[in-house]
């Protein structure tokens, strides 16, 4: 009579499924380079090559004389699939929902909520186009390249070399940099929109300086004088905010494509030196890093968003 | 010292200087958020958000330093 063990399953088939874990890491132990090296070599043919990352995307193929590069092709994948979701969701909405409608309701529900925290009531509903479009743009693009196929399909591109042909449209540096230009984008179009021009007063500080001039030229010297040194000062703030908006596009072009490049990396040598079971944590470790850097992006759009349409 | 020896040493010393800031920043940033939440349990929603928030600051200073590692060891 088998006993209750844990997990609702009983004793023996715990001991078989431990039993089964614990030679598949054995024997990827043994076929690959860290058993080659203690053991020798016995002959197993599980041992993957040794991973030679590329950081700039290599060409895939070439359409109408147009060369493709691999990152492209994983980015248009993710583009079909949210458009065939979109697609499948909307299609015969009703108000109490089925369960493919309930889940994406769920997902942009929560989102709605989160800007709807950060920005407040009514610019939440204005930037949630944005923020949910990157959010969920970067978190599938994560999520999809974890997917046997991204990375292992080889084929022999224009120029004759060996390159695989779908890789995660994260790791490619030109589409973390698309996507900080288009934050960037939108961050000054909605603050010229709802501060008129006044919006570039934060960036040009004269009216300080000015005024003090204008108070030394009146008579009032003593006070013209320490108004002129403020007005130096909020000149240089001014100075170092326009600096600060564009190291923001460098930081988070790197930031993205730092924790997904990394990631990748990671990875690609945890399975090349114990293949088969060593991966396992670092791909629930790539879940979590895709869904945090996709959260820490489009969050950290809807802050620049709120402080930049910040009535003063 | 030939620039084999000199190259491995760079990956070395870029990879574990260049993390020690941030791994002290993070847990700076850890200790202050877990005082709010302890001063103030009620708060423990926005002080979570808050501190991810800085801590993705944080960690992106790392990630600029392990991708030079990574240069470094790989493609150079």
Redesign the interface.
Known sequence: MPRKGCLGCSFPVIILVVVILLALFVIGFLSGPLGKSMFGDLGLPFGTERP??S?PAETAFELFGFPIANSVVGAWITIIILVVFSYLVTRRMKIIPGRLQGLFESLLGWLYNFCK?VAGEENGRRFFPVVATIFLFVAFNAWLSLIPGFGSIEIINPEGHHIHLIRGANTDINMPLALALASFCFVEFFGLKTLGIRYLSKFLNVGQFFRSLGQIFKGKVKAGLSGLITGAIMIIVGILETLSEFVRIV?FT??L???M??GE?LLLIAIFLIPWLFALPFYGLELLVGF?QA??FA??TL?FLTLATAHH | MDPGTMKLLAVGLAASLGLMGPALAIGLIGFSALQGIARNPEASGPIMTNMILVTAFAEAIGIYALIIAIILAMIV
């Open positions: 030679i990352p950081l925290n930081s790197f930031r494509f730092g924790n490049t990394a990396i945090v959260l820490i969050g950290l802050v």
